[in-house]
T-cell receptor, first 113, second 118 residues
Framework: DGGITQSPKYLFRKEGQNVTLSCEQNLNHDAMYWYRQDPGQGLRLIYYSQIVNDFQKGDIAEGYSVSREKKESFPLTVTSAQKNPTAFYLC????????????FGPGTRLTVT | AQKVTQAQTEISVVEKEDVTLDCVYETRDTTYYLFWYKQPPSGELVFLIRRNSFDEQNEISGRYSWNFQKSTSSFNFTITASQVVDSAVYFCALSENAGGTSYGKLTFGQGTILTVHP
């Protein structure tokens, strides 16, 4: 079945540690996205990538980094510079231009203490 | 800058009632796309509908219907004869048709929590 995989579902880290969230898609989509969701709020865009080896900052990129070495993979690293990293992280992909619907993974809930 | 407002934070209805979720958007573009997503308790967003700014026809899909009115910048979503399984958070989102570095970028509203009681 085609879809988006995010692992793990729940992740716990100590403050000061970097952590990488994985996102894999087998939909053959060109574009991939990372969003952050905080309780009671909508989704905010962290980073997005239109093609391999290219990505752009979203609205809240500070404290995060990404890579896009393969079309199907778009990992997100939450660095120690991110002041409030505890959140629900969602990865998405889409065909691309013009704006088509994005398909989302199940999300990773990150807790940093 | 584009903006999406979902003024209803929470709505509570009894099963079989009809319910309308409001969405108002702001954009300077003449070409744009509107979306609705459903987020059940599991957390994964489920795509419901995509509509471009040139298509103002209302759409019906089973118990779901959407009313797009450019004159009021609204894209409202109605669930007819609601069911308990409709309980979820519903998001309205907007994407401008800008090329270059911003295509496909979605701006989400804050979401409306819908609870359908048996």
């Amino acid at each position: 079945d085609g879809g988006i995989t995010q692992s793990p579902k729940y992740l716990f880290r100590k403050e000061g540690q970097n952590v990488t969230l994985s996102c894999e898609q087998n939909l053959n989509h060109d574009a991939m996205y990372w969003y952050r969701q905080d309780p009671g709020q909508g989704l905010r865009l962290i980073y997005y990538s239109q093609i391999v080896n290219d990505f752009q900052k979203g609205d809240i990129a500070e404290g995060y980094s990404v890579s896009r070495e393969k079309k199907e993979s778009f990992p997100l690293t939450v660095t120690s510079a991110q002041k409030n990293p505890t959140a629900f992280y969602l990865c998405a992909s889409s065909i691309g231009y013009p704006p088509y619907e994005q398909y989302f993974g199940p999300g990773t809930r990150l807790t940093v203490t | 800058a584009q903006k999406v407002t979902q003024a209803q934070t929470e709505i509570s209805v009894v099963e079989k009632e009809d319910v309308t979720l409001d969405c108002v958007y702001e954009t300077r573009d003449t070409t744009y796309y509107l979306f609705w997503y459903k987020q059940p308790p599991s957390g994964e967003l489920v795509f419901l509908i995509r509509r471009n700014s040139f298509d103002e026809q209302n759409e019906i899909s089973g118990r779901y219907s959407w009313n797009f009115q450019k004159s009021t910048s609204s894209f409202n979503f109605t669930i007819t004869a609601s069911q308990v399984v409709d309980s979820a958070v519903y998001f309205c989102a907007l994407s401008e048709n800008a090329g270059g570095t911003s295509y496909g970028k979605l701006t989400f509203g804050q979401g409306t929590i819908l609870t359908v009681h048996p």
